[in-house]
């Protein structure tokens, strides 16, 4: 470590790092762009300028490694001035059309602009225009506006040094400098949409966000992406009951800054839903539906009594539950206490499908591999799930017995109607049908819906809280987005409910309570607390080009500069 | 080298046109032949990376090629172990890699301040107009010569200068312009 002094606040920083982090680390907010702490440094936008003592000229602050010693005045009239001079130059070109731009609210060119900037513009010249290059796909998920590219190079690093792809490049130079890729190649990387989270204007934006909603009415909420077993950090982006987008949240020990588009665009998934009502069987209705199943809408009282009945009739062997790695671990535990202990069913379990490889680029994650951290299961909670005493199926357990045809359960209770892509194919859903009795929990409407007996409306991911085990062991915390619509109850509350009735539970236990409770018996969940900050991580960021600002000390903003000490300006 | 005759103007070497920055396509794949490949060979042991060894083997392309197009940014990069996006970066920072087929001769008139005093416009322009009417950057159709205008060669004593090809011609007058031409066989 090295002591250095920022605007005269003596701070301790590691000793390699740079004069842009020693301000940051002082909580003087120094403007850059640039700037990123995982790519390497290239002192590219010169937007970090700084003085600092003995020498002569301005410096670009992320450029400067920390001496003992140093004093660095990053709120100084020289420093203004020359940030001022790269903002009027960064904007000489760019076009003065935020309202048309969707990355304004959270484009660090505005936010810099408008805390350091001129308030006028001395130029009227027309701006840069690239025909052909401006509102371009550039790949699956990318699209490229190359009048608004301020050349930060930051998309370019990343798929150099994160992605380790390579896609992009600089072309022509000086004022045509452009970011694009090689003709026949596109930007089409595991992770490419992150390319366009780093870059710090709009020059860069996913198809799939752009101009869907102004961000700054959308809600961040915490949380954690559904797609693998990884569990990257996630904010949801969401406002109005629909969810509008998946950022990553920053968790140096898990996703770093990152996460794959396969997770990310699983973000439209969590919208819709077909149910809003329990439906039962109805036997009036029987004889007008062809399949000889008619079904009514009802309230919960019936369904959840319907249900508790069938359990009461059934031998208990010859009931199955079926858990989640989609549900939470307080989910799943909830349903091994109730159909374990309460119901006496040894079969209780869970079935998650394998993926295709995900990859995080982590380098210092516990158990990274290669420099990346590795799922292979495709979905987020298979270790809670697990931990919380539902067993992974097997061929010889009750799922598989049921599916050989060798067992024939009297009642199946599916917590979770998604819990395998199989349950869109009709030969898996025929097998599990051959139950007496099905009850399903279920979002959306699928073949397996299509069939249940009862089916319990839930409110997914978005309407819940509660928490995963993700592939290192880490227990995760994702929380309420929104409430769904009234009648529809979380997963936990439905087992709460149902476990009430056979007099195990309470209905007025918290997410919270569960997971206290699971805490004191399940080994991995051993001595931890629902608030605990690593469980917590860290808050959704307010722009995914500066996600690594939640992780600096308050700061001072540069247009705070009167209010520093005088020692400051000065001396 | 091959012949601009039915290349389009748009396409031709000289400047980019505005929109079109993307590598052209030469329609088939592309490789060095063996001695080149041994030049290639002996380069790298010349420098400390291959990355390093970029430039001399673009030239090495553009020699054996004509060129740079898609095709050759693949094959260099493959060569290298670099990414074609970056490749293609290096070759657009250059305006001495050709983007396009150019013409046997490539007649690079200089227009920079000493050839400028000594009527270079008037050279290049007397020479366009010899040639065909021929525009910046345009082939004649019998893809002999392309024209194009260059920043300061380095011989402004010998002004207006002209380099055809690699080689430096001195004092390009409207009154020897018909031998120059004439010795370009
Ligand atoms: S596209 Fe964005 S990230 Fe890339 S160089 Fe331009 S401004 Fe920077
Ligand atoms: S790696 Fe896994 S957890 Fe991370 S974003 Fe992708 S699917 Fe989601
Ligand atoms: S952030 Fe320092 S030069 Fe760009
Ligand atoms: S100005 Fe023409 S060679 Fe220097």
């Known amino acids: 470590m090295v002591k250095v002094t920022v605007d005269g606040t003596a701070v301790e920083v590691p000793d390699n790092a740079n004069a842009l982090e020693a301000c940051r680390a002082a909580g003087v907010d120094v403007p850059h762009f640039c700037y990123h702490p995982r790519f390497s440094i290239v002192g590219q936008c010169r937007m970090c300028m700084v003085e600092i003592d003995g020498a002569p000229k301005v410096q670009a602050s992320c450029t400067v490694p920390v001496r003992g010693g140093m004093v660095i005045r990053a709120s100084s009239e020289k420093a203004l001035a020359a940030r001022n001079a790269t903002m009027e130059f960064l904007l000489i070109n760019h076009p003065l059309d935020c309202p048309i731009c969707d990355q304004a609210g959270e484009c660090q060119l505005q936010d810099n602009a408008v805390a350091g900037g001129l308030p006028v513009s001395r130029t009227s010249e027309p701006?840069?225009?690239?025909?052909?290059?401006?509102?371009?796909?550039?790949?699956?998920?990318?699209?490229?506006?190359?009048?608004?590219?301020?050349?930060?190079?930051?998309?370019?690093?990343?798929?150099?040094?994160?992605?380790?792809?390579?896609?992009?490049?600089?072309?022509?130079?000086?004022?045509?400098t452009m970011v694009w890729t090689h003709e026949g190649h596109q930007l089409d990387n595991e992770w490419s949409a992150c390319a366009a989270d780093v870059c710090p204007v709009g020059a860069l934006t996913t198809k799939e966000f752009r101009f869907r909603k102004?961000?700054?009415?959308?809600?961040?909420?915490?949380?954690?992406?559904?797609?693998?077993?990884?569990?990257c950090n996630i904010s949801i982006e969401h406002r109005e009951q629909v969810v509008h987008r998946f950022l990553p949240r920053v968790n140096l020990g898990v996703n770093d800054f990152w996460m794959c588009d396969h997770g990310r665009f699983l973000a439209e998934s969590l919208n819709g839903r077909d149910f809003l009502k329990p439906v039962v069987p109805d036997d009036f209705l029987k004889a007008s539906e062809p399949d000889g199943r008619g079904r009514r809408e009802t309230n919960w009282g019936e369904a959840l009594g319907l249900v508790h009945e069938k359990l009461t009739a059934a031998k208990p062997a010859a009931v199955l539950a079926i858990g989640s790695a989609n549900l939470s671990t307080e989910e799943n535990w909830l349903l091994a206490e109730l159909f374990g202990k309460t119901v006496g069913t040894p079969n209780v379990e869970f079935d998650a499908d394998q993926g295709p490889l995900r990859r995080i680029r982590n380098p210092k994650a516990i158990g990274a591999d290669g420099g990346f951290l590795k799922g292979t299961v495709a979905a987020p909670n298979a270790r809670g799930a697990e931990a919380a005493g539902v067993?992974?199926?097997?061929?010889?357990?009750?799922?598989?017995?049921?599916?050989?045809?060798?067992?024939?359960?009297?009642?199946?209770?599916?917590?979770?109607?998604a819990f395998s892509a199989r349950t869109a194919d009709p030969a898996f859903v025929a097998k599990l049908r051959k139950a007496k009795f099905l009850v399903v929990h279920a979002r959306t409407r699928s073949a397996l819906t299509d069939v249940a007996d009862v089916v319990l409306p839930v409110s997914g991911l978005t309407g819940k809280d509660g928490s995963f085990l993700n592939v290192q062991g880490r227990v995760q915390r994702f929380d309420?987005?929104?409430?769904?619509?009234?009648?529809?109850?979380?997963?936990?509350?439905?087992?709460?409910?149902?476990?009430?009735?056979?007099?195990?539970?309470?209905?007025?236990?918290?997410?919270?309570?569960?997971?206290?409770?699971?805490?004191?018996?399940?080994p991995a969940y051993g001595g931890l607390a629902w608030d605990a900050p690593a469980v917590v991580g860290l808050p959704p960021s307010v722009s995914p080009a500066a996600s690594y600002d939640v992780l600096r000390p308050p700061r001072t903003s540069v247009d705070d500069t009167d209010k520093l000490p005088a020692a400051a300006g000065k001396a | 080298?091959?012949?601009?005759?039915?290349?389009?103007?748009?396409?031709?070497?000289?400047?980019?046109?505005?929109?079109?920055?993307?590598?052209?396509?030469?329609?088939?794949?592309?490789?060095?032949?063996?001695?080149?490949?041994?030049?290639?060979?002996?380069?790298?042991?010349?420098?400390?990376?291959?990355?390093?060894?970029?430039?001399?083997?673009?030239?090495?392309?553009?020699?054996?090629?004509?060129?740079?197009?898609?095709e050759a940014?693949?094959?260099?990069?493959?060569?290298?172990?670099?990414?074609?996006?970056?490749?293609?970066?290096?070759?657009?920072?250059?305006?001495?890699?050709?983007?396009?087929?150019?013409?046997?001769?490539?007649?690079?008139?200089?227009?920079?301040?000493?050839?400028?005093?000594?009527?270079?416009?008037?050279?290049?322009?007397?020479?366009?107009?010899r040639l065909g009417d021929l525009k910046p950057g345009e082939t004649t159709a019998d893809g002999r010569f392309t024209v194009i205008e260059v920043e300061c060669l380095a011989q402004c004593d010998k002004a207006p200068a002209v380099m055809v090809n690699d080689d430096d011609c001195a004092i390009i007058t409207k009154e020897n312009l018909e031998q120059f031409l004439g010795g370009l066989k």
């Not at chain 1, 959308?218 to 569990?231: F, M, N, Q």
């Not at chain 1, 067993?391 to 109607?417: H, W």
């Open chain 2, 73 to 129: 940014v693949d094959y260099v990069a493959s060569l290298l172990g670099l990414s074609p996006a970056f490749v293609w970066g290096v070759t657009t920072f250059y305006t001495m890699y050709n983007r396009a087929p150019v013409g046997k001769h490539l007649i690079q008139f200089c227009t920079s301040i000493s050839c400028h005093l000594a009527g270079a416009e008037e050279v290049f322009a007397e020479c366009r107009k």
């Open chain 1, 480 to 522: 309420v987005a929104f409430v769904p619509p009234p009648i529809v109850k979380t997963d936990l509350e439905v087992l709460l409910h149902l476990g009430q009735r056979f007099g195990v539970f309470e209905t007025r236990w918290t997410t919270a309570d569960v997971f206290g409770k699971l805490a004191a018996t399940v």
């Open chain 2, 1 to 70: 080298m091959s012949g601009g005759a039915g290349t389009p103007v748009s396409e031709q070497a000289g400047l980019p046109r505005e929109g079109e920055h993307g590598a052209l396509s030469a329609g088939k794949a592309v490789s060095f032949s063996p001695k080149a490949l041994a030049r290639f060979e002996k380069l790298l042991t010349r420098y400390p990376t291959k990355q390093a060894a970029l430039l001399p083997t673009l030239w090495i392309a553009q020699e054996e090629l004509g060129w740079i197009s898609r």
């Open chain 1, 214 to 231: 102004r961000v700054w009415w959308l809600k961040k909420t915490a949380s954690v992406c559904p797609g693998c077993e990884i569990g």
């Open chain 1, 391 to 417: 067993r992974k199926a097997s061929g010889e357990s009750a799922l598989g017995r049921l599916l050989t045809g060798s067992l024939v359960p009297d009642v199946l209770y599916v917590a979770d109607a």
């Open chain 1, 127 to 176: 701006r840069r225009q690239f025909p052909g290059y401006d509102r371009t796909d550039i790949g699956p998920h990318v699209i490229a506006d190359m009048t608004r590219c301020i050349q930060c190079t930051r998309c370019i690093r990343f798929c150099n040094e994160i992605a380790g792809t390579g896609e992009l490049t600089f072309i022509e130079r000086g004022g045509h």
